[in-house]
């Protein structure tokens, strides 16, 4: 019996289909097939069986990532989990929640509000994306700025690991030092060192009040002063938002906004918990000061209005063309340098860049739009990467590496780096059939 | 020539002196010698050299673990990293510091209240202890309630390898998926892994307002429970420390303080920031309500004398003889039936345990007094560790394994769990010549 007919006996095999992600980035061919478990020991007869044949397995949630860890080529098991799916158990005394990985991101936060609590990562995509994609890729988000990003809502996890064997890392407690911290290793690890079917999270307070400052500047470096002058300032916004003339245009055409009659770029600052409105008063002072039109509401429509365009900002640019989705990261000291990189880059390649940023952390999305991926799009791509470890950032901020950045992660880590990157992959998946080619 | 003189020629070695800590654990005789080299470069050739001799390295920094983790014995060679103690830089924009492992944690704090920021970690030690010895444990403190612990402060490290080779991970930026996060992996991995030689630390506001309030209680248990009322109600005190009566006497009798004449046990709260007032006017009125004495007072000096009595729990207990210090953790839901298993087992076994306890994080340091560590005072404290796992906890919140905990650490984590361990230390120490024998 062959390796997909010993498959069948134990879990749902779907035939194979295209397995790609929203990264633009395509797998060599058409996967093996779509193994899709929906229990724990569904997962690891899949991998015991991958193991013993030697069969590649890339781990899949709802496909959403931006960097290309979910695609899946020719030879390759699709492990999608999605069929995991449970909320488990929500502990309102202790703030947690355990769940399954295939619960979507926003889900969870919503089930969460219902005791006063919340799950506070907030990736743009998490209506569509799972909990499972978001541990995965270490996701960020617009309230990171303040509540950490999702490393630092993950407690612990249990993991499957590429011969089956289950493993269960972290704890229940807040605190805990008994051990290698495993669990912030499979953070972010994009699938290479283990499956994750479960995650102990921790859930934040909801905030009483959340109160939204915006601002238009004439230039996207005049905005990005103004943010870093906050984080001079000391300032602790919940959310800060920083979007650019091209951006806010796209959105305009795409959704009926009408954003851009604003100025040349715009600001969104939020303040939340007992300290909000003192937060956002000094916000919107300092944003005002070089600000060609600002509004500082207590509106909360019209504070969501603005951040559901912030949200779409990406859909909007893909709907007119296709888009090369950059996440670099740089010290917040730097981001006004960042966007006037960013623009020297469109104009020396000729090419249309968006750009927008989670300001508050440095973390900078600029898009490169283009209808065929060639040569002045690739050359404007490397130019940014190099733009960020010039100013001494990172590649990436919150969406991994995947196939899309692999060689920079090794411009980025350099060699010795990655032998010890590779030296704990070959710890825990010695045969290396998690994942392979992605990340490192 | 051996490895003693091969050693001398490159780095300042002094003669073997025991190498033991603030645990009480002791080593089985005198290490091989100290090697103390001031430069990264002389850490590199020490870890050449052993690496070259296979002789067993413990890594060390000001001495003042809890659980063995810096204890040297026979035919080890102890490498003292204090004479790193420079603050490199402090960036005042971008709100960090890079620093050297024996810069003392206190001091820090101190340099980066220059610029209107500080180091937010701050374990009871922090004015004797090095921040590599705090990266080395993971340590906690009073304000990680709010602020986090080490590992939250810690954007990248530089360090020195088994084999010498010196490796810089993470990111000067407040985010980065680049890779696996192999900071994280060296935080609290006691010295198993690696040397630390350099750090870049966050640094967060320095908050313009701290209040404090105390209450005082019948008995423990009552304190207790108007800790998890405040979790319950979704405070956030940036301070709150338990405790009990038997601390309190102790502390009364060793600084003359009189904290036993308010009640049977104490809870200490601070809030900071601009919501302090309102957040301390609420946690105020959770404790008043089982409190026998309270008092809410912005007078910043009986503030810090309170603190400082709590600082000071350990040194007085230690003042009237040897004790075994444990470090228990449970989820915040269960610390009032923690102190009552504290309280049960004292009884059982005829002991005098202390209690105190940063009660905002569950974290728990009964503190068993003895004259001779007999088999009633071992006992005593398996019975501590075994009501940790029983109340779904661990049997360390922000000490370390070290040398005391190795056993419970096995049953905490399971075979499965230390078979992963064991094979990322060989991942990426494969001769085991770094702190062998200690964490796992």
Chains 1, 2 share one sequence.
């Not at 992600?21 to 395509?26: E, F, I, P, T």
């Not at 002063?225 to 602790?236: D, F, P, S």
């Not at 791509?381 to 990436?396: K, R, Y």
């Not at 692999?406 to 030296?423: I, N, Y």
Request: with cysteine; glycine share 12%; hydrophobic share 45%.
């Amino acid at each position: 019996m062959g390796f997909l007919d010993e498959l069948r006996a134990v879990v749902p095999v779907l035939p194979a289909s295209a397995a790609g992600d929203r990264s633009g980035v395509a797998g060599d061919g058409l996967p093996l097939a779509i193994a899709r478990p929906d229990t724990v020991d569904g997962v690891r007869a899949v991998l015991r069986l991958a193991s013993a044949h030697g069969v590649p397995v890339v781990p899949r949630g709802a496909g959403t990532g931006l960097a290309g860890g979910a695609v899946a080529g020719r030879g390759e098991l699709v492990l999608d989990v999605s069929g995991l799916d449970r909320i488990v158990e929500i502990d309102p005394v202790d703030a947690l929640a355990v769940v399954e990985p295939g619960v979507r991101t926003a889900e969870l936060d919503r089930a969460a509000q219902a005791f006063g609590l919340r799950y506070a990562p907030d990736p743009a995509s998490a209506e569509i994306s799972t909990i499972g994609g978001n541990i995965a890729t270490n996701a960020g988000g617009m309230r990171c700025v303040k509540y950490g990003v999702t490393r630092e809502a993950v407690l612990g996890l249990d993991v499957v690991l590429a011969d089956g064997r289950l493993i269960r890392t972290g704890r229940r407690t807040l605190k805990g030092v008994a051990g290698l911290d495993l669990t912030s290793l499979f953070v972010g690890s994009e699938g290479t060192l283990g499956v994750v079917v479960g995650a102990t999270l921790r859930l934040r307070p909801l905030p009483g009040r959340t109160l939204t400052a915006a601002a238009a500047f004439d230039s996207v470096t005049a905005a990005a002063r103004a943010c870093a002058e906050l984080t001079r300032q000391r300032r602790e916004p919940s959310v800060l938002e920083l979007l650019d003339g091209a951006t806010l245009e796209v959105i305009d055409r795409a959704q009926g906004t009408d954003l851009a009659a604003r100025g040349g770029a715009l600001v969104i600052a939020q303040a939340d918990g007992p300290a909000a409105e003192e937060e956002i008063t000094a916000i919107a002072k300092v944003l005002a000061e070089e600000a060609t039109w600002s509004e500082w509401s207590g509106d909360a429509e019209s504070a969501e209005r603005l951040l559901f365009a912030r949200r779409m900002a990406l859909p909007s640019i893909e709907r007119f063309g296709r888009a090369l989705i950059e996440d670099i990261c740089v010290p917040r000291s730097r981001l006004a340098e960042a966007f006037a990189g960013v623009s020297r880059i469109a104009a020396t390649h000729g090419v249309r860049i968006y750009s927008f940023a989670h300001a508050g952390d440095g973390n900078l999305h600029p898009i490169v739009g283009y209808e065929t991926l060639d040569a002045a799009v690739r050359r404007a791509g490397d130019d940014l990467f190099a733009l960020a470890l010039d100013l001494g950032g990172t590649v990436t901020g919150e969406h991994g590496v995947g196939l899309l950045k692999r060689d920079w992660l090794a411009r980025e880590a350099g060699p010795e780096v990655l032998s010890v990157q590779a030296a704990v992959k070959a710890a825990l998946d010695p045969q290396g059939i998690l994942n392979p080619g992605k990340a490192f």
